[in-house]
């Protein structure tokens, strides 16, 4: 993962509401159908992509209730070809609902990682997120902090502008591992806007090293797991 070309992984956006994955992974148009009439992931970065943000136009609304989001999920999991991975990563929206539930209940997860910005208000929806997973018997391999410091591009002050450790002393509070830190950067968003991930645009920047650090940790927790 985090551009570690030795391994397969593919990428699943599950937030129907507000698909990002289009965006960020440069990827536009439709699914082709293979044989078996299932969708083929669109691919690039060497990782293949399926996102509802495929098949709405992107400024669509979507205004759909329960049912049709667990219907729709379904289909993303069940009804494309994603060959053989070592990982597929699940990118969830923020909360505890249909999403979620319809994932646990359809495909077996190895583990959760919960990502979460230091301020209180974002914390309360982090914690809830880890005990839904422990309830539905999913481990939580452990807490990203997102946004954690702004380092000031001309005289290099960092300042904590969410927080300096809540999502820390949530992992503390969880009993989980801290998985890592990722700043706030003006690079990783100019980067993300334009749909060059930071470690292809920029592999060599302290912000990229921060994605890989999350990414062997997290690594190392589902080895740590399966053992």
Not at 157 to 182: C, N, Y
Request: glycine share 8%; with cysteine.
């Amino acid at each position: 993962m985090a551009n570690d070309q030795s391994k397969s992984v593919g990428l699943l956006d599950a937030d129907v509401y507000g698909p990002s994955i289009p965006r960020l992974m440069n990827l536009k148009g439709n699914p082709e159908l293979t044989d078996k009439n299932l969708m083929r992931p669109l691919v690039n970065f060497g990782i293949p992509c399926m996102s509802m943000g495929f098949l709405v136009e992107e400024v669509a609304p979507i205004v759909w209730r329960g049912l049709m989001v667990m219907s729709a999920i379904e289909k993303l999991i069940r009804q494309v070809d994603w060959g053989n991975l070592d990982y597929l990563v699940i990118d969830m929206p923020p909360g505890t609902g249909d999403v979620q539930l319809s994932i646990t209940q359809n495909i077996p997860i190895a583990g959760a990682v919960i990502v979460s910005t230091p301020q209180d208000i974002a914390l309360l929806d982090a914690r809830r997120g880890a005990e839904m997973f422990r309830k539905v018997n999913v481990p939580v391999l452990g807490l990203v902090q997102n946004m954690s410091v702004f380092q000031c591009p001309k005289c290099s002050h960092q300042t904590h502008i969410f927080g300096s450790d809540g999502a820390k002393e949530l992992a503390r509070t969880l009993g989980v591992e801290m998985l890592g830190d990722i700043p706030l950067h003006l690079n990783i968003r100019e980067t993300s806007d334009k749909g060059q991930p930071v470690v292809v645009s920029s592999p060599d920047s302290p912000e990229a090293e921060a994605y890989r650090r999350v990414a062997a940790a997290v690594v190392r927790r589902l080895a740590e797991l399966t053992r």
